[in-house]
């Protein structure tokens, strides 16, 4: 049974342009976590969503983020107009209910932004 | 609202030298509290979860208690390869499911 899977794992960005993360969760997993890291930090919760719905998006900057997790295929998370502050690791997890169970984190993909 | 506060931030044992590692948390009723590690470059990875207070859990050298405003990892006779970060996090009764994390315990076990 694959893990939760990222990619890319390493994106390089210029000011402005655009970055899209991709995340596939564990099979039979129905519930996707985006997670932000900077250096030497913890984990800052963005977006929590379950196939084609967003359940809560209270850590996501209003503007220039968006998230979707569509019926069939991975979820994404999308920054536009990226800005230098964007560099980070964004961590995606799955979980198969909405309940009390442990999250599969993927490895992480590693923004730089140039 | 839900906080995870993890202390201390860094933590240097010797090889044989046993330690605890706290994690304190305010949350509107918790339905869990969870313990991650997680090794440079890599995603977490989970080690436990807890749900009521004075309940324990353990697996090989680390052992997780919990009380109603904190929780302790203990790691006995730490090895050098348990050197990492340990991450604490809570999920609220209430609200969403989201996992709230603290900002983690660096851990470096010296030979």
């Known amino acids: 049974n694959a893990g939760v899977m990222q990619n890319p794992r390493h994106l390089v960005r210029r000011r402005g342009q655009e970055a899209r993360l991709r995340c596939s969760p564990m099979?039979?997993?129905?519930?996707v976590y985006w997670y932000r890291q900077l250096p030497e930090e913890g984990l800052k919760f963005m977006v929590y969503?379950?196939?084609?719905?967003?359940?809560?998006e209270s850590g996501m900057p209003k503007e220039r983020f968006s998230a979707e997790f569509p019926k069939e295929g991975p979820s994404i998370l999308r920054i536009q107009q990226v800005v230098r502050g964007d560099s980070a690791a964004y961590f995606c997890?799955?979980?198969?209910?909405?309940?009390?169970?442990?999250?599969?984190f993927g490895e992480g993909s590693r923004l730089t932004v140039l | 609202e839900d906080q995870v506060t993890q202390s201390p931030e860094a933590l240097r044992l010797q090889e044989g030298e046993s330690s605890s590692l706290n994690c304190s948390y305010t949350?509107?009723?918790?339905?869990?509290l969870f313990w991650y590690r997680q090794d440079p470059g890599k995603g977490p990875e989970f080690l436990f979860t807890l749900y009521s207070a004075g309940e324990e859990k353990e697996k090989e050298r680390l052992k997780a208690t919990l009380t109603k405003k904190e929780s302790f990892l203990h790691i006995t006779a730490p090895k050098p390869e348990d050197s990492a970060t340990y991450l604490c996090?809570?999920?609220?009764?209430?609200?969403?499911?989201?996992?709230?994390f603290g900002t983690g315990t660096r851990l470096k076990v010296l030979a």
């Open positions: 949350v509107s009723g918790l339905r869990g």
């Open positions: 969503l379950q196939k084609e719905n967003i359940i809560d």
């Open positions: 997890a799955s979980s198969p209910l909405e309940s009390t169970g442990e999250l599969f």
């Open positions: 996090a809570v999920q609220a009764l209430r609200g969403t499911y989201k996992y709230i």
């Open positions: 099979k039979g997993h129905s519930h």
